[in-house]
């Protein structure tokens, strides 16, 4: 009887970090994918000449809406990006 309490308590808590990390990952990578999707309508739609980079992606996917800002910031000063 022990043994299943212990075992029981033990699923408990590794379904809940389960639970904590994948909802995590799921907020993350719906923000890295908006932010893919916002940088490739900034270059399509609104004709700012981005280039699209491997760096560019990695920073829209590590940054998400905040990293295709940034581009699009960095890209309209002619800093980087262009």
Known sequence: ?????????AAIVVAFIVIRVFN???????????GILLLIVAKTILGFEIAITAMAIVVCALGGVLGAFAIIVLNHLGIAFL
Do not use: K, Y
């Open 1 to 9: 009887m022990l043994i299943e309490t212990v075992t029981l308590a």
């Open 24 to 34: 995590s990952a799921i907020h993350l990578t719906i923000n890295a994918i908006v």
